[in-house]
């Protein structure tokens, strides 16, 4: 069977009859919703107790997506997750493909969490035939990541919309981890006046400071040796700044040259920059957002620290 | 006293108190609401009784506007109607300043027509500084119109996403005369899914067919007279059309050839499309949108007719 079809096979069991999900997942009393169309997942919110917190993702969870969810799930008497690998947020070159995929064992992890429904449609339910329906949050995504992936955060504007606008959540978790991602969804919801609240909550790290990532499932050991070279030129920006150092590029080249000693490394970019705007620094006021984004081996990397 | 001082002052006296309302409208038992602020908007749109329909509005109604509000009024117990002249929606040498705005005349017609809310916000409030938040609908967008007014239709999606955040309808009511603008913002509400229903109403006209506009008040006494040549090459499409030329150019062709006889009349476009893609038919097939843009001296005309 291939990972497509078992996909597919897991959540038409999940999904078939609440005696059986309760019975796959152990629960006599209470059953975590799987739902696959827009039409029912409409149909399934009438019904859920508000608020309504919502965490989206594109699966394949790590402690950082777990952290969301437990927020969610304390903060609120209902909660909703959606699994979903954007397509339009990847550019053309990029690794939607081969993107680390396991619905069945997210779909675990979320009942541990006592999540109530998880909304996992399939591409074509999201973007049928001929749609052409965009959201564009310009000035603050043309700066790093948008600067590096061109198209990236239209796709990720409108799959937030479209899932916000299906969901209709009272709250919804991001990461810090994608600062530029948090930000550009905050304008979105403050400037199309969504009325959702959006909280951004602190990445969570492995004990060598790399922080989780469904993409470090790509590192070979040699790469997740070297990978935690971002947390440490991270460190280092505020181990200066600490220390009384406000010129920002002179930060930012301590910065390059300690990932230059990785061989492995290779850097995209590195930012001292206006948390709101992403305006790169020339003196280092406070809050500022250090960030960073490095191929290590083949894998792209990003992280970042808030300083001040 | 200034046309906006006057505006403003008209807005203050008829949100000042529910008793001066009353006394104002001429009204003792139920008042009409006039709102300026999205958060006063949100408060109230939770007290409404829905389904909740709504009309939006750039004001100086005409009879077009009034069919709207009289089928969202008998329609739906709670009716909205936002009144807001959207400077996003018109290019950089267009009429924005200029547009026709009678506030106190449209405040006491909707008053007559029994409608509950009236949402007028000031330009700020919809666009505050550093405002960057789009919602692009492609494809559609590059004919007609929006070849002739690069940028309109992203000023209108994006003003009709915030309001229909803000207001929350149910359904939602557009003229036909603004054909590709219904298109755009149907496919708005279902590739973003909005959950609102579009409803579309006829064209209104005058007797001698001239579709009711808001721009016909730029019209001089030799234009008006001249007006009506939109609708007689719209009905000279459905005539031939009718003795069933089937040959698209030969229709576009015989219009312009009328148009052409009216010395103030200027063509812009002349179209017979595919209602749905706007793509320029061959061979006319049912049902075929026919469209123009005529300028008649200074004031630029739409129109069309559905064939088939």
Redo the contacts between chains.
Sequence with gaps: MTETAEMKNTLRESSSSTAERAFLFGRGDRTMKVIET?AEM?QVRKQLEGPVGFVATMGYFHEGHLSLVRKARADNPSVVVSIFVNPAQFGPHEDFNTYPRDLPRDLALLEKERVDVVFAPPVEEMY?P???????????TERLEGASRPGHFRGVA?VV??LF??IQPDISYFGQKDAQQALVIR??VR?????IEIVTLPTVREPDGLATSSRNAYLKPEDRKAAPILHRALSLAQELWGKGEKDAEKIRQQMRELILKEPLAKIDYVSIADPETLEEMEEVKTPALVSLAVKIGKTRLIDNVVVG
Tied chains: 1, 2.
């Design positions: 827009i409409r049928p001929g749609f052409n329906s965009w959201v564009d949050i310009e000035g603050v409108t919309n479209k606008n299906i304008k979105m400037e199309l006046n969504m009325g």
